[in-house]
Every structure is written in structure tokens, then in C-alpha cells.
């Protein structure tokens, strides 16, 4: 068996047509056992090559000495009393991330991560406070949705309609992994570009290159503050990608048609929640003409914010709304569990102030 065997859950519908067309090939199996196998791992939920029930015994086994079929490994699984699920994973080499189930009414959505920690250090997140550990593989991000779609369909919670880049990380900082697993999690497992959402704290070139890519997945920028020095505050990233430019760069997304821009706003009372600052981020969401997501600060355990107050933040809303900016508040989810990203990780690290 070889030790470096590689794992074909982190390839591309097209990088694993070719991998298997050169197996069977290479085996003088048939043709088609390739899109068998294919079919197994995108359809069949496979957790091993042995499973593979329509494929030679002997096949199976050959596989199996060639390849891998490795998914995070489940850690800790957290259900809340409002219905969310959280998965903590174990990954290679000691790390762990998390991914959410969230129920709404008609939706099921994965907020999954991309990064085992993140180094961006955004003030208001339990992930920028516990610090970076890596990058995760193609593998380990279209992998945390392989294994919750079959917690979700084992638990009677129904099929995974939504995935987010909303966990631990920020995804454009690892476009090497977070690309090709847009690809499989859209091209592979099916989940349509519309229904995917990248969400980023303003890596420009990463929006740049998002733009480019043939698909319509859907873009959050977390803006939390619509002026610059307020920015810079929350979001350290904000000195080296300043506000100005970052909304060139959704301009330019924008252009490319059919993408939908989402602005996210964490409300922290008297951070970043004075009614002056409605104009200018009504203003902002009409250059690119973003919906806007009102969220009430999580609390986490690293900073004394409190989130704002429920009418300040029905205040924000409708003034939006009058100014012509649609938008919605939507109440953090899975409070009892921890579920504000980063903070059983970073319970796990013994991160506590
Ligand atoms: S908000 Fe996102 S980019 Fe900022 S520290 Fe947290 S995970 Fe990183």
C-alpha cells in the first residue's frame, strides 16, 4: 500500500475522470468502472472502497491499496435547542474545525470552513482570537460536507440545500483549496453555483478571482462598518485592502452579472451601531447593490461587546428599507452550543481571557 496514496474526495470531477480512466485503464478493467466509482463517491456515499458493491472484489481491494477515502473524522457533534448542529472535526495532524447545520424553514444550510484558524484577527471573532493552525486540503473542505449530508440524512434533518464559507477561516486566503472544492461541491455532489456563498473579509485579489470563474456562487463581504477608520478597527485587513478599493472590486463582481452581493453587519452596541452610519452603508450597499444581513453581535469570551439593542437594530433595518437597501435581521443561531465560529476550537486550544 502506498503511504502517500492520494485521497480522491479532494479531486475535481474532471481531475478524478482522469485518475480513474488511467486506473481501470491501467487494471484492463473496463471503462466505465471509472464513472462507477465516480457515481459511489458522489452519489453513493461510499465511506470506504469495500462499499463499492457493484465493482470486483479484487477491484475494491486494489483500489484500496491506491488510493484513499479519508473525511475529517467527527470530534464532537453539538445540537442546540433551536435546531442547530455542530460538528467539531479531527483533522490530520492534531488540528480541528467546525462546520454548522442550520435549519430555517425551507432550507438546510452548511457553514463550513476553510482554514483551521485564521491569521486576520478580526476583533469580533473567536477564530481570529485563537490564532492560525492551516490551510485545510480540497479534502477537508468538501469533506465537512460529505460527512454532514450523511449526519443530516442519517438524522432525519433532510438534504444539505445551502453550503456557506462561513466558518473557521477566511476562504479567499486559500483559493488553492477553497477553488477546487467550489468545483467538486458544485460539479461533484451537484449543489448548484447560486446556492453556494463565499464569504470574505475583503481579500481583493480573491474577489478578483472569484469574478472570473464561469459559475454564479454568491458573495458575502463581512463589512461590519462602512467607514474606513471604524473598519480598520474591527477588521486589521481593512489597512492593507482599504474600503475604497474593496468596493471597486464588488463593482467589478457585480458587473459580471447574476451574483448577488451580500453585505454582512455584526451589530456591536455603541461599536458600530450610531444611527449616522445608516447613509453611508446604504450608500455603499447601492453601489453594488448588496442585500444587507443585520446580525447582533455572538458574544464571545475574548472582548466586553455587547450586541446592540433590538430596536437599534430594527432601526437600522428600516431606515435601510427606506433608503431603498433591502435587508433582514437575522438572529445568531445555536447560542448554547457555541456556535459563534471559532469558539469550540478554541476551548479545544485551552483559549480562554
Ligand atoms: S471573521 Fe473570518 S477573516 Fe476575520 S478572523 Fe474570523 S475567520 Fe478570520
Known sequence: MSPDRPNLLG???PELRETLTAHVRQRGQPGYRARQIEEWLFRGDARSFGDMTNLPLPERDVLGDSFRLDEPAVDTVSESSDGTVKHLWA???GEVVESVLIPTRHRLTLCISSQAGCALKCRFCATGWSGFGRQ???AEIAGQYRASARWAAEHDRGPVTNVVFMGMGEPLANRKAVFPALTILNAGYGIGARRITVSTVGVIPGIAALAERPEQFRLALSLHAPVTELRAELIP???RYPLDQL???LEAFNRKGGRRITFEY???REVNDDPALIAPLAELAHRVQAFVNLIPFNPIPYVEWKPS????VREFRD???VAGVPAAVREPRGRDIDAACGQLRARRHGIHR
Open 309 to 312: 439593542h433590538p430596536s437599534r
Open 11 to 13: 479531486m475535481t470531477p
Open 266 to 268: 455584526t451589530m456591536i
Open 247 to 249: 468596493i471597486k472590486a
Open 136 to 138: 485545510l486540503s480540497p
Open 319 to 321: 431606515r435601510l428599507e
Open 91 to 93: 483533522l490530520q495532524g
Open 237 to 239: 485587513l481593512e489597512k
